[in-house]
């Protein structure tokens, strides 16, 4: 028994040697979040994904027996001390181990945007140097400003909140005659600086539900000087948006957490990209925030349960311009923060920074465009019309409800081939490190491999083993052996099982089928481009995606990867206002397609199921 570290009951966290208090009535898992140690939860502790697995090294008394799920859950690793954390209440004292492939969770973030809109810098906030003269004269201070003002722009009138005011009446008070004006809309002051250094920044945000990613702009020229991306905190309450909104439902005080996390996140991330170029966030006196409706909620404290129950009804929809600081956010005390408009429950405004950064809206040939992640976002459209509908893909295209699937971290398997003749797979990994299981992409090219192998049928099922052992029984049905306990970086064997193969069926056929219904919904006009965007869109090969048929095979179109357009699109709406204005015609103008309950939706889903579903397509042009 190790020497206990505290007299009172506690729960020893290796390899980080931290020592936490065990508390009555919560389990372990809660008492991880509550320290910030984050492990996976892909079901936000329901007992569902099997992925909050931990190593009890020790334990003052024996531990409660597994229960059925947990032990169907863990399969063999139970006889390797493996336990659930969120199934786990553990009495007295205990050390546990974090997993090894948990610890180096430095999740790989898609921060750049490729081959999308560029536009001149016009921002909604510029600088001003401004000398102020002797006072004599002036009724007060502020009519001196006024005065500099006036003399170093077209503004006559300015306005200034207390904020503001009482930045000026600090620099005065220091006998500083040369100061910096931010100017939002030439008319008021978001922004006041004592000397002659005039540059001022914004910051852009994509709130993902699993990364967030953010960049730091001189809003003089639009140049990037930062980029800076994390884990959304939240993920430790939930892997998709309908947990967190559960979890939301099921703990009172649980929006007001989440929406901490986030905020606490994009101020971590504002101080890191602010030192990273030199300059203090009181310098950043204009920001844009975009994400999907939840997340939008989240963020600024919204009740989010209205949006998991019909008719999916947001509490607002239209752009928001509030003062930063009302939501916590540590930027200039009175510059405002853009949020641009949602669309529906399932359609966001990252949706529909999408659509303006790939200019869907403006192109005259049609375009689809698939933003690939736990909703499948879909857009299709041109400058007459646009289409929008988000289809439940589940989340198997980010690694998750797969057997071995993990998000894009160091370790994960992103590319899979495997030899038709000896059924020999070869798997590259993130930072080439032994494999410890399979991020999205992954998922993909080991599902387009098996089939162009000839291993799974075009209905997804395996073919007979042959009497090959990679081929052989496990406990979710059949499976295939991609990496062997020998060469993993887990100790364990990889595999990709029947069931995985049925998750991407199901997710590329959501996909294919809501993209076949907004192009039904369109006309059915020529597609000249598909364009992939999101993490998981940006590192799937096209040609994976067309082996397991999740592009719809409508026109012979160019298949394009655009990396994280909703980022991209967040930055141009803050490099030139009219882009706000433009984002809200966008909005008002797209038609959103309900899918659920739609009959359309249901017959095209079932004929998409195939891996072969180009065929299947066929049907409805
Ligand atoms: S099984 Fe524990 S979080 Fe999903």
């Not at 349960?305 to 947001?314: D, E, I, K, T």
């Not at 916590?328 to 641009?340: D, I, P, Q, R, T």
């Not at 809206?361 to 988000?390: F, M, P, Q, W």
């Not at 998750?400 to 798997?427: F, L, N, Q, Y």
Request: glycine content about 10%; charged content about 20%; proline content about 4%.
């Amino acid at each position: 028994m190790p020497e206990s570290p505290l007299e009172e009951r506690f729960i020893k966290v290796e390899p980080l040697g931290k020592v936490l208090a065990n508390r009555d009535g919560e389990s372990l898992l809660d008492i991880l979040k509550s320290a910030m140690i984050s492990i996976p939860s892909g079901c936000g502790g329901r007992l569902k994904c099997g992925k909050c697995r931990v190593i009890v090294e020790w334990s003052s008394y024996p531990l409660s027996s597994p229960t059925d799920d947990e032990k169907a859950l863990l399969g063999d690793l139970i006889h390797s001390g493996h336990r659930l954390a969120c199934a786990l209440n553990v009495e007295g004292s205990a050390v546990i181990r974090i997993p090894s492939e948990w610890q180096n969770s430095g999740v790989t973030i898609l921060t750049g945007a490729l081959a999308l809109r560029k536009t001149p810098a016009k921002p909604g906030v510029k600088s001003f140097p401004l000398k102020l003269s002797e006072s004599s004269g002036s009724a007060d201070e502020m009519e001196r400003i006024s005065n500099a003002i006036g003399k170093a722009c077209r503004a006559s009138h300015f306005v200034a909140d207390s904020f503001s005011v009482k930045k000026l009446s600090d620099i005065l008070r220091s006998g500083e005659t040369r100061l910096c004006a931010a100017l939002r809309q030439e008319r008021e002051l978001v922004g006041i600086y004592a000397g002659g250094d005039c540059r001022i920044y914004g910051a852009a945000f994509d709130i993902g539900t699993t990364t967030v990613v953010g960049c730091l702009v001189d809003l003089e020229d639009g140049d990037e000087k930062a980029v800076a991306s994390r884990l959304n905190p939240q993920i430790r309450y939930g892997d998709d948006v309908i947990s967190r909104i559960s979890y939301c439902k099921r703990h009172k005080e649980g929006t007001l957490k989440l929406s901490r996390f986030i905020i606490e996140c994009l101020n971590e991330m504002l101080a890191e990209m602010a030192a990273s170029a030199g300059t203090e966030t009181e310098r950043i006196v204009d920001a844009v925030v975009v994400g999907n409706t939840v997340m939008h909620h989240l963020l600024l404290g919204f009740d989010t349960w209205s949006l998991s129950l019909a008719p999916y009804r947001p509490i607002i929809t239209e752009a928001q311009d509030l003062k930063a600081r009302d939501i916590g956010l540590k930027v200039s005390s009175s510059a405002y923060v853009h949020l641009l408009p949602l669309k529906a429950a399932f359609v966001g405004s990252d949706t529909i920074a999408c659509t303006i950064a790939a200019s869907i809206h403006r192109k005259k040939s049609h375009c689809l465009l698939l933003d690939i992640g736990t909703n499948g976002e879909i857009v299709l459209g041109n400058a007459s019309s646009t289409y929008c509908c988000s289809t439940a893909a589940g989340p198997a295209f980010e690694g998750g409800h797969i057997r071995h699937g993990i998000k894009a971290m160091p370790g994960a398997i992103d590319r899979v081939s495997v030899d038709p003749i000896t059924w020999e797979a070869k798997v590259s990994t993130i930072g080439n490190l032994p494999a410890i299981g399979i991020c999205g992409s992954g998922v993909i090219s080991a599902a387009s491999a098996l089939i162009k192998a000839g291993i799974v049928t075009a209905g997804g099922s395996f073919i007979d083993s042959r009497g090959d052992e990679k081929l052989r029984a496990g406990r979710d049905g059949t499976e295939f052996l991609l990496v062997p306990a020998s060469r993993s970086g887990t100790g364990h064997d990889i595999v990709m099982t029947h069931r995985d193969i049925a998750e991407v069926q199901m997710a590329k056929a959501a996909i294919h089928a809501g993209a076949m219904v907004l192009w039904e919904k369109a006309g059915r006009p020529r597609i000249r481009r598909i364009y992939l965007a999101g993490a998981g869109g940006n590192a799937i090969e096209p040609c994976d995606a067309e082996a397991i048929g999740l592009i719809p095979d409508i026109g012979s179109p160019a298949v394009v990867p655009v990396g994280n357009a909703a980022a991209r699109g967040a930055y141009l709406a803050l490099v030139n206002s009219s882009i706000r204005k433009e984002a809200t015609r966008v909005a008002r103008k797209m038609q959103y397609v309900e899918l659920s309950g739609l009959p359309l939706f249901q017959e095209m889903f079932f004929s998409c199921l195939p891996f072969n579903a180009g065929d299947g397509s066929e049907d409805y042009r």
